[in-house]
């Protein structure tokens, strides 16, 4: 099938029926079935879909799936044009307003839908998302740069080294805050390691993406980029910080720690929590009102401390039961210099890893332990299991997160490979990713059922 294709993915039974009813990808149309009429514009087919189905997208802006089995006749009332790009326009300058930069990586908040696979792609330039947010120009001054157009799972070292680089001088050459559009499913590895590699912040770096693609009604695209926007130019706090949907409904903002902060959803809206603290504010068109008493205030006279080093040569393990030793071993097989385990409980693993450890320890790998239950400390004192480990050499992390503290690694051993040097970098917090003690509502896991909670969840706030 070419581009030129007026079925676009559509084959099989699905492509015969389209043919007998004389349609092509982008009718308007009214398509009769047994089960009721449905009016919208025909969408081009995954070239992976099955073919019993023909795809609308609704006048509600949703698409709909209908099978070919049902569908009686169609009357087309107009043709549409396919259009991939959003017209890009002058963004207003106002001396009296911040001046914030966009860096921009891809993800989902700058992406459109590719309709010949079906999948989301990064292809919106930062000065294509302006022309669909003009609400932006009500907040800041904007000037983009785009940095990278992927997802955010290629997100690696290459790209967090020129991310920090590029926010750094962003910020030297005048920028009141940093907005760094990038996609959900990595962007707390990324806020924790520009934690470490952007230090002294005078001003806000905030990391911003949406769940939901700016084609779906319910994209949360506008509304976090304005949030973002707002805490960058204007926010009080002068930290890395990752801003998303507070409630699933349209009320609030929340900026999160970036070495707190984990996605916890696959497609929630709100799918970010701080874990073992409370989210650092809230923000809303209204501006950013703190929670947290204790934070870095903006104060444009500190200079910013690029510290741009990092290892690829870390892994991250999830210990399990029953695990074998040779996992460790490949590990050291393959010239990795350090390990942070997601242990059980307290910082646990089988004792089959005892040896494979010692061995990996005395080779010069740098074992650090965390704990996969998120909240909690890494308190290996307690059970034998956690002191024979911390014999053998294992370092525990505290409160540290594993994906924080996979990122810390990396970090820490791009500045020096020494045991005690690393050790001392490691367990010397920058910013909160090591506390002293989780605040009494750091750990609230809703559970449904409990009437309070259905109270809670009455009032939209999930």
């Known amino acids: 099938m070419t581009d030129e294709d007026p079925l676009k993915g559509y084959r099989g039974k699905a492509r015969a029926r389209l043919i007998d009813l004389g349609l092509r990808v982008w009718d308007d149309l009214e ?22 189905h023909l795809v609308l997208k609704l006048r509600n802006g949703y698409n709909v799936g209908v099978l070919v089995d049902v569908v009686e006749s169609a009357v087309v009332h107009d043709h549409k044009e396919a259009h991939y790009k959003i017209p890009e326009g002058t963004f207003p300058m106002d001396p009296a307003k911040p001046n914030v930069t966009l860096l921009g990586t891809g993800g989902t908040i700058a992406s ?5 696979t079906g999948a989301v792609i990064p292809a919106f330039t930062p000065g294509e998302l302006y022309g669909a947010v003009p609400d ?17 799972e290629n997100m690696g070292r290459e790209q967090w080294l020129t991310l920090a680089r590029e926010a750094a001088a962003a910020i030297e050459g005048g ?37 939901r693609s700016s084609d779906r009604p319910s994209s949360d695209a506008a509304l976090n980029l304005i949030h973002a926007c707002t805490s960058a130019g204007l926010g009080p ?4 910080l990752v801003c998303m949907f507070g409630p699933t409904s349209d009320v609030f903002g ?16 709100s799918t970010f929590r701080t874990i073992g603290e409370t989210p650092v504010a809230m923000v809303s068109r209204d501006g950013v009102k703190p929670i947290r008493q204790k934070f870095r205030a903006r104060d444009r006279s500190r200079k910013v401390k690029l510290v741009d080093t990092w290892d690829d040569r870390v892994s991250i393990v999830y210990y399990y039961p029953n695990m074998k030793g040779d ?18 409980g307290l910082g646990h693993v089988n004792r089959p890893l005892y040896e494979p450890l010692r061995r990996a320890v005395a080779a010069g790998l740098h074992v650090y332990m965390t704990v996969q239950t998120l909240w909690g400390f890494a308190q290996m004192y307690v059970y034998d299991t956690g002191r024979d480990l911390l014999e053998i050499g294992v370092v525990p992390l505290s409160n540290m997160l594993p994906e924080v503290a996979y990122m810390k690694l990396g970090w820490a051993l791009g500045q020096s490979q ?32 409990i009437p309070e909670v259905d109270e809670f969840l009455a009032r939209g706030y999930r």
Do not use: W
């Open 31 to 52: 398509l009769k079935t047994s089960r009721g009429a449905f009016v919208g514009i025909l969408l081009p087919r995954s070239e992976q879909a099955d073919d019993q």
């Open 112 to 116: 459109r839908l590719d309709y010949r």
């Open 136 to 152: 932006l120009a009500d907040v800041c001054n904007l000037t983009t740069k785009k940095l990278f157009g992927i997802f955010s």
């Open 175 to 211: 920028a009141d805050g940093i907005v760094v559009g990038h996609g959900t499913d990595t962007m707390h590895h990324t806020a924790a390691v520009m934690t470490f590699m952007l230090q002294d912040l005078p001003v806000p770096v905030v990391i911003v993406g949406s769940q």
């Open 237 to 240: 706090v002068a930290e890395v």
């Open 254 to 269: 929340l900026l999160h720690s970036g070495t707190r902060v984990r996605k916890m959803h696959s497609s929630y809206r």
């Open 327 to 344: 996992v460790i071993d490949s590990l050291v097989e393959r010239g990795y210099k350090g390990v942070v385990i997601a242990g059980t």
């Open 418 to 449: 020494e045991r005690e040097e690393v050790k001392r970098i490691m367990l010397t917090p920058i910013a909160d990713e090591i506390t002293e003690r989780e605040p009494p509502n750091g750990y609230v896991v809703l559970q449904g059922g």
